[in-house]
């Protein structure tokens, strides 16, 4: 494709984009000390080489008062100038503008950081944080708009070529426009245009100190999928008197707000892509500055249908670039298909923010590592042997193909991919296969030579006379203690893999809290069967929250008929009817109460063993020998693909 919609320039106030690609702000926790950090700078500018048209970079926070998470940036420091610098020049080193979001998270926080009460339109406690804010009075609402003001003066000074305003999913702007959480009776609560006069007395504050050379842009919440919240016609509405005031240059767009409605914020992959685009379809119909639109949009193609078909001027891509900065160049390359699409797993990049660690992602161990130099490699080109074509043998083999060395991979299956395939079978899951198939396109491009339906056995390794070998032989289902060898108690990779077919009455046991359990158990309702999901934890699937997939799986589970059982543990397992009928002796562990069910299959989600015996067979060997994966200990697909990256690295 030529991409012509794509790649066409378009003007936006004062600045003229070289594309229609923007690197949307969100957060990465890489602040240190509330100030920006060299991370920052690395991160932004790796995008912005790629080919972004325009890097809006996260919030900067404009009050003492806003202090939601740990590692938030304080814009209202004068401190925070030198690192502003370092960002803009890194990014402008490759000609392309860059603009700060300017965000006050009003409510939705709490005081554990800043030890003040957090201040919102009105006393009330957001869903998530649970603390009820101070409503703010006049005085202070005149500090807000003054620590705007003086936050939009510190990207001046920082060199960002202007700045945005987040009045969309955790802002206390939008607290203000939404009458779900603005209950006052003054002039900036009741009537829509009493709701928007906080906004709109940010904007003349800002465009006074930004001046005409700097863009303004504003990002607005066009529904926020909560009772009594915003909807697409308020939002058309606020829409038109941001125009009015003829002092911003574009109108961003969101859905969702961060702390009810977070799922469709930042959407897995149960939501289908450009979910989002209805938006700033509207939104652009009624307003004559450019518009930006959003929604789980991943690739070059379904950027370029968004604009074609007229949803937006402007693309924001975040998750796509964090896996692949490349995305642009790639695309105007006509190298779509090189590019490394996101899955939208959630678990690297929103996962880890959400446990307020720095954001990574699964398919790109370098996300977020930019400032950090690799080493070099220890002894020039090597003859590299991988065993294993799941996600961390064929990651080591990049890794050491991209590092000069001559890789082989060994894989006895007849096709690469180990679970992630299985995985990616069950409902709803496809896209995690992108995780494999962009791996062993990247190793075909290395020139790895990928040998599938052959085992790498002992022999033939030590036959090869490699000089280092680097095992991804992965792990293989370990049956729990009370199973006894009943042929009815099957592991979920026995189900996914095709080994086990249940029917009837089926009890999947969740000791994982992920997808396992919940894919499998999904898997077997559509096939018929009738599904109970225990687990020893509080909630079934517990891990799925923190990747924003449990309120897209809770409702497709009530649609099925799948039930839940929590704080159960399996404690034995018999059979009764020659083996037919399964008995499961189970112990709530909050009371201590044992209870029996019967059931025709059980379908055990529990954790693996390592498939080591490789390993054991190449003890004394006389070359290196690395594991990776799996094969070292049974972890998820992100902790695969680190190491394979990392033990590669260092050969």
Same mark, same amino acid.
């Given at each position: 494709?030529?991409?012509?919609?794509l790649f066409s320039?378009?003007?936006?106030?004062?600045?003229?984009?070289?594309n229609?690609?923007?690197?949307?702000?969100?957060?990465t926790?890489?602040?240190?000390?509330?100030?920006?950090?060299?991370?920052h700078a *690395?991160?932004?500018?790796?995008?912005?080489?790629?080919?972004?048209?325009?890097?809006i970079?996260e919030?900067?926070?404009?009050?003492?008062t806003?202090?939601p998470?740990?590692k938030?940036?304080?814009?209202?420091?004068?401190?925070?100038?030198?690192g502003?610098?370092?960002?803009?020049?890194?990014v402008?080193?490759?000609?392309?503008? &860059?603009?700060?979001?300017?965000?006050?998270n009003?409510?939705?926080?709490?005081?554990?950081?800043?030890?003040r009460?957090?201040?919102?339109?009105s006393?009330?406690p957001?869903?998530?944080?649970?603390?009820?804010?101070? !409503?703010?009075?006049?005085?202070?609402i005149a500090?807000?708009?003054?620590?705007?003001?003086?936050?939009?003066?510190?990207?001046?000074?920082?060199?960002?070529?202007?700045?945005?305003l987040?009045?969309?999913?955790?802002s206390?702007?939008?607290?203000?426009?939404?009458?779900?959480t603005?209950?006052?009776?003054?002039?900036?609560?009741?009537?829509?245009?009493?709701?928007?006069?906080?906004?709109?007395?940010?904007?003349?504050?800002?465009?006074?100190?930004l001046?005409?050379g700097?863009?303004?842009?504003?990002?607005?919440?066009?529904d926020?999928?909560?009772?009594?919240?915003?909807?697409i016609d308020?939002?058309?509405?606020? !829409?038109?008197?941001?125009?009015?005031t003829?002092?911003?240059?574009?109108?961003?767009?969101?859905?969702?707000?961060?702390?009810?409605t977070?799922?469709m914020?930042?959407?897995?992959m149960?939501?289908?892509?450009?979910?989002a685009?209805?938006?700033s379809n509207?939104?652009?119909?009624?307003?004559?500055?450019?518009?930006?639109g959003?929604?789980?949009?991943?690739?070059?193609?379904?950027?370029?249908r968004?604009?074609?078909?007229?949803?937006?001027?402007?693309?924001?891509?975040?998750?796509? =670039?964090i896996?692949?900065?490349?995305?642009?160049?790639?695309a105007?390359?006509?190298?779509?298909?090189?590019?490394r699409?996101?899955?939208?797993?959630?678990?690297?990049?929103?996962?880890?923010m959400?446990?307020?660690?720095?954001?990574?992602c699964?398919?790109?161990p370098?996300?977020?590592h930019e400032?950090?130099?690799?080493?070099?490699?220890r002894?020039?080109?090597?003859?590299?042997?991988?065993?294993?074509?799941?996600p *961390?043998?064929?990651?080591?083999? *990049?890794?050491?193909?991209?590092?000069?060395?001559?890789?082989?991979l060994?894989?006895?299956?007849?096709a690469?991919?180990?679970?992630?395939t299985?995985?990616?079978?069950?409902p709803?899951?496809?896209?995690?296969?992108?995780?494999?198939?962009?791996?062993?396109?990247?190793?075909?491009?290395?020139?790895?030579?990928?040998?599938?339906?052959?085992?790498?056995?002992?022999?033939?390794?030590?036959?090869e006379?490699p000089?280092a070998?680097?095992?991804a032989t992965?792990?293989r289902p370990q049956?729990?203690?009370w199973a006894?060898?009943l042929?009815?108690v099957?592991?979920?990779r026995?189900?996914?893999?095709?080994?086990?077919r249940?029917?009837?009455?089926?009890?999947?046991?969740?000791?994982?809290?992920?997808?396992?359990?919940?894919?499998?158990?999904?898997?077997?309702?559509d096939?018929?069967?009738?599904?109970r999901?225990?687990?020893?934890?509080?909630?079934?699937?517990?891990?799925?929250?923190?990747?924003?997939?449990?309120?897209?799986?809770?409702?497709r589970?009530?649609?099925?008929?799948?039930?839940?059982?929590?704080? =159960?543990?399996v404690v034995?397992?018999?059979?009764?009817?020659?083996?037919?009928?399964?008995?499961v002796e189970?112990?709530?562990?909050?009371?201590?109460?044992m209870?029996g069910?019967?059931?025709?299959?059980? &379908?055990?989600a529990?954790?693996?063993?390592?498939?080591?015996?490789?390993?054991q067979?190449?003890?004394?060997?006389?070359?290196?020998?690395?594991?990776?994966g799996?094969?070292l200990?049974?972890?998820?697909?992100?902790?695969?693909?680190?190491?394979?990256?990392?033990?590669?690295?260092?050969?």
């Open positions: 494709m030529t991409y012509r919609h320039p378009l003007r936006v106030g004062p600045l003229v984009l070289a229609r690609v923007v690197f949307s702000a969100h957060l926790n890489y602040a240190e000390d509330g100030l920006p950090t060299g991370r *690395a991160y932004y500018a790796a995008r912005a080489a790629g080919g972004a048209g325009l890097v970079t919030e900067h926070s404009t009050h003492p806003d202090w998470y740990e938030l940036i304080h814009g209202f420091r004068p401190a925070v100038v030198p502003y610098r370092r960002i803009t020049e890194a402008h080193a490759h000609g392309v503008p &860059v603009l700060a979001q300017l965000n006050h009003g409510g939705q926080a709490s005081g554990m950081y800043s030890r009460p957090v201040w919102a339109p006393p009330v957001d869903p998530l944080f649970r603390e009820v804010p101070k !409503a703010v009075d006049l005085a202070e500090e807000i708009v003054a620590g705007y003001a003086t936050v939009a003066g510190h990207c001046a000074e920082g060199g960002f070529d202007g700045v945005e987040q009045c969309s999913h955790s206390l702007v939008r607290g203000f426009l939404s009458p779900a603005n209950l006052r009776t003054d002039a900036y609560g009741g009537s829509l245009e009493n709701r928007a006069r906080l906004l709109r007395e940010i904007i003349d504050a800002v465009r006074e100190t001046g005409p700097r863009a303004l842009g504003v990002r607005l919440c066009g926020e999928l909560i009772e009594d919240g915003t909807t308020e939002a058309v509405e606020v !829409a038109r008197m941001v125009e009015a003829g002092k911003v240059d574009y109108i961003n767009t969101s859905i969702g707000v961060a702390t009810s977070l799922y914020i930042e959407a897995s149960a939501v289908r892509p450009g979910y685009l209805f938006i509207a939104i652009r119909r009624a307003v004559r500055l450019p518009v930006v959003v929604g789980r949009i991943k690739d070059p193609v379904q950027a370029e968004a604009l074609a078909e007229g949803h937006c001027d402007l693309v924001g891509v975040v998750r796509g =670039q896996a692949d900065p490349d995305f642009l160049a790639k105007r390359a006509g190298r779509t298909s090189d590019i699409t996101c899955l939208s797993c959630n678990q690297e990049c929103v996962g880890r959400g446990l307020g660690h720095r954001l990574g699964v398919e790109n370098r996300a977020g400032s950090v130099p690799l080493p070099p490699p002894l020039g080109t090597r003859r590299v042997l991988v065993a294993g074509g799941g *961390a043998g064929l990651q080591a083999a *990049a890794t050491a193909a991209r590092r000069g060395h001559r890789v082989t060994y894989e006895r299956a007849g690469t991919g180990g679970q992630v299985a995985a990616a079978s069950a709803g899951r496809a896209e995690f296969s992108d995780l494999v198939r962009n791996l062993l396109a990247e190793c075909r491009r290395l020139g790895v030579e990928v040998r599938t339906g052959v085992e790498a056995t002992g022999e033939l390794l030590r036959a006379r000089d070998v680097v095992l992965g792990a049956p729990p203690h006894g060898g042929a009815r099957v592991d979920v026995d189900v996914l893999e095709g080994r086990a249940p029917t009837g009455d089926v009890l999947v046991v969740d000791e994982l809290g992920f997808h396992q359990a919940t894919s499998v158990a999904e898997l077997l309702a096939r018929g069967c009738r599904v999901i225990c687990t020893p934890g509080m909630v079934v699937g517990q891990d799925l929250g923190i990747t924003l997939d449990m309120e897209t799986f809770l409702a589970a009530a649609a099925k008929g799948i039930t839940f059982a929590t704080d =159960q543990v034995g397992a018999g059979t009764e009817e020659d083996g037919e009928v399964v008995v189970l112990l709530t562990h909050t009371t201590g109460v209870t069910a019967r059931h025709d299959w059980v &379908v055990c529990v954790h693996q063993t390592p498939e080591d015996g490789l390993w067979a190449l003890k004394g060997a006389p070359f290196e020998v690395h594991r990776v799996d094969c200990a049974p972890r998820r697909a992100h902790a695969a693909v680190i190491e394979g990256d990392r033990v590669a690295a260092a050969l």
